[in-house]
């Protein structure tokens, strides 16, 4: 496995000065955003105990803080272009309110946000001791023309000290030079404090791509084995009986051949149909084995089969530029299948909704939504299991949104090059 070395990112002039004006703008923002921070975290442990209203304050807190960290995420990547990936919230996977708690304290744990929390903070720090230099800065501009708009005498502004004026342009010439290289100073700290605290070091990437690839080779190990099952399951209770029906009846229609051609010719009639019956049922299970249509004309006409055949109707939206890999349509196609079978067996729902795009991002995402009665789980060996480690496998995520009443809805997020 290679693994490329962390990005540089951008450096020059403009991106000096564009960190400069962020720094300057976050002075003054970033106080105020850690000043409703302060406010949320004392209200919440202050009201805690009071009917629990503390609870709210506290989780208002979490997201904020999390939001404080998006933004510096995609404000440092957008200034450096260091190739930091987008920060997303942590989520459980376990439905109801206890999955919610958990949810919540996955969030507050997470490494990345708080990494982003401590940058943002850095960054109002050195944003609020800029903003004095700056002014400074202006003021000793100022100086430097003090002499065509005063007479002998300057006053320095801010300190209200009278000087000639051709001192007042040899202070003027010192703060320039002191302010500026201080603020350069500042900026190129900024730089290296956002690089050392945001992006990940080669050993951190090695680890993660480490456990990625664990996860998926489990994942995929895990989806096998569904896999297996199902098939497995499917010829026993499915093709195997009905084989065997077959070759009983034609037992059957053998021994009555000579003494009684017409019951003979009506169990032939029947080994036929069961004969028809199965191969259809053998025609299925290869489908979902693998389809065929995938491979020839794509997953948008892949899908447009599979929503013919539904015994739900299924409004489809799919826009895609193009072919994704395989192994991405793949788990997509499978996902959906897998999500419209459910509505049609278990949840009593009398409309489906399934929608694809390629994201900007990479990503092959689908949402598979229906109007049934909900309660939806992952239980080891089902079909959503199987779905969950097929695209664990293929690199992407899922997320099954499913209360009681309904709606259920699956989503499923694949990087198109997998």
Known sequence: MTTASPPRGRVGLLTH????????AIGVAGSVVFTILATLLAAGLGLLLVLGIGFLFLVAFLYLLWGTAWVEYERVEGLYGYGLPALTLRRSGVPGFKGW?????????????????????????????????????????????APLRAGDTVRIPGIGID?????????????????????????????????????????????????????????????????????????????????????????????????????????????????KAAITELRQLARGIHASVLDDRGLDAALSALAARSHVPVQLDVRLDGRCSATAEAAVYFAIAESLTNAAKHSRATACRVVVRRRDDGTLWARVEDNGVGGARVLPGGGLDGITNRVLAAGGTTRLDSPAGGPTSLEVSVPCAS
């Open 163 to 275: 000087m000639p004026a051709g001192g007042g342009v040899a202070a003027g010439i010192i703060g320039i030079l002191v302010c500026a290289a201080v603020l350069i100073g500042f900026v190129l700290l900024h730089a290296v404090l956002t690089r050392a605290i945001l992006v990940p070091s080669r050993e951190a990437q090695l680890a993660e791509q480490a456990r990625t690839a664990g996860a998926q080779r489990a994942g995929a190990v895990r989806a096998s084995e569904v896999e297996r099952t199902r098939i497995e399951r499917d010829l026993h209770d499915g093709v195997q009986p009905r084989l065997v029906s077959v070759g009983m009846t034609l037992g059957l229609a053998q021994q009555k051949i000579d003494s009684d051609p017409a019951a003979a010719k009506a169990l032939l009639d029947e080994a036929h149909t069961s004969t």
């Open 101 to 145: 708690l958990r949810t919540l304290w996955r969030q507050f744990t997470d490494g990345p946000m708080w990494r982003g929390v401590a940058s943002a903070a850095i960054a109002t720090v050195i944003g609020m001791l800029v903003l004095p230099l700056l002014g400074g800065l202006v003021v000793s501009i100022g100086l430097l023309f």
């Open 17 to 24: 000065v564009g960190a400069l004006a962020q720094l300057a």
